[in-house]
């Protein structure tokens, strides 16, 4: 049996997977912790409008948006390992120093602050990832990073409901922040940007891991700078179905505590317990979805359909109304496993469309739509929900933007490639 470069080389996945996990983590810690502050005090305590509220939740993306590409390029020419250790920092001080504002304007430069120096994390991350795992790693390898979203999300649930409840929403941004800062001297001191700056790899693995890549390489099309890439029919659609799927996980994500809250009229710890389940069902299936796409080499068929059957729940959630709350309950649930199984997949396609030259600045353009997507669906679902008094005109907007984002996806055109990478790269010998 010929030992693959992963069973060849495991010290990555046990070093590197929970230093990008929890990096991620707290970002996403950072940036979603304000739907909970809507849904218990903060619009009352500040004078925040419904509108004004669903503006300054999306404000974050926004500035998130035009900052995607100019992070991609930083860390593609220049380090990953400097530019996320600037993030931590900033990113920690701004979510903390959200716990101290008194004004909506200040609050609005906070979030939008906050927005530009995480832009960079989801690109940095994945073309970090793209040097240190291979093809046939690279699904599962992005699930982990993108793990960070739900599992944080569903730990944050319980924990910022009960430091709201025990002290409010001043002191939940303020401890919650911390971390980040505390976080970035680890970071720091573990993390290299590439395979040849360790200690902790033998020569042999470098090597090995080094040909895989340059293998890998030799099989896409090369694409000559990145205006063609930019340009290229995959690129186009992998950016407008981002942008539509992150309309449906960010409306989902950043206003599930207050259409808890409104339908079921229950306090803000039962709040983020109802929050929790969605999260642990996606985080099951994407781990079974990152296998199978690793296994079977298929990247688009872990996508869409998981994508359609997203769309089809929050359908039938609108059909059901508030009349059969724990049914609707029910299809969210399995609305939110749906549309988060596929991130691993998603990201993996991108690096095997594009050559390396160009991948990393595609990865940032498509994240930067997803990120646009991302504005669209925190303002409007949070702004259908206030002008309705229900989630329902919010639930067929997420369907729909879903379900296009479905058709964007089946459109592009890839190859199946086998499972396996040459064996004669990798020969049996002792590790």
Request: hydrophobic share 55%.
């Amino acid at each position: 049996m010929t030992h693959t470069i992963e069973k060849r080389s495991p010290r990555r996945w046990w070093y590197l997977m929970p230093i990008i996990f929890i990096t991620y983590s707290l970002a996403y810690l950072d940036r979603a912790n304000y739907g909970f502050a809507a849904a218990s005090g903060i619009e009352q305590d500040l004078g925040i409008s419904k509108s004004t509220s669903s503006l300054i939740g999306a404000l974050f993306f926004l500035a998130y948006f035009f900052f995607q590409v100019p992070g991609s390029i930083y860390a593609m020419k220049r380090s990953v390992r400097k530019l996320i250790f600037v993030c931590l920092v900033l990113w920690g001080l701004c979510a903390t120093a959200t716990g101290l504002v008194s004004n909506i304007p200040t609050l609005m430069v906070i979030r939008f602050i906050l927005g530009v120096v995480e832009a960079a994390v989801m690109p940095s991350m994945l073309i970090y990832i793209s040097t240190w795992f291979t093809k046939a790693e690279r699904s599962r390898a992005n699930t982990f990073l993108v793990l960070g979203n739900p599992v944080t999300v569903l730990w944050m649930s319980v924990v910022s409901g009960y430091l709201i409840h025990a002290f409010g929403w001043r002191e939940m941004f303020i401890i919650e922040g911390i971390p980040a800062i505390i976080w970035a001297v680890v970071w720091w001191i573990f993390v290299r940007d590439k395979p040849a700056d360790v200690n902790w790899l033998s020569e042999e693995e470098k090597n090995d891991l080094q040909q895989a890549m340059d293998k890998e390489q030799e099989a896409i099309t090369p694409v000559r700078d990145y205006g063609q890439a930019l340009r290229s029919s995959s690129v186009v659609l992998l950016s407008a179905a981002h942008a539509l799927w992150s309309v449906g996980v960010y409306g989902f994500m950043m206003w599930l505590p207050s259409i808890l809250k409104s339908a079921s009229s229950m306090d803000i710890v039962s709040v983020g317990w109802l929050s929790a389940p969605p999260y642990f069902a996606a985080i099951c299936l994407m781990l079974v979805v990152s296998w199978l796409s690793d296994k079977l080499q298929n990247r688009k068929l872990f996508i869409w359909p998981l994508l359609a059957v997203a769309g089809l729940a929050f359908t039938g959630s609108f059909f059901i109304g508030d009349s059969h709350f724990w049914w609707s309950y029910g299809l969210l649930t399995l609305a939110a496993a749906c549309m988060y199984a596929p991130y691993g997949p998603f990201f993996a396609l991108i690096p095997e469309l594009l050559p390396r030259n160009v991948s990393g600045i595609a990865i940032g353009l498509i994240n930067s739509f997803g990120a646009l997507g991302a504005f669209l669906g925190a303002y409007f679902v949070g702004f259908l929900n206030g002008l309705t008094g229900n989630p329902n005109a919010s639930y067929s907007f997420m369907a729909i933007a879903l379900l296009a984002a479905v058709a964007c996806i089946y459109k592009v055109k890839t190859t199946v490639s086998p499972p396996a990478v040459s064996p004669k790269l990798f020969p049996r010998k002792a590790l």
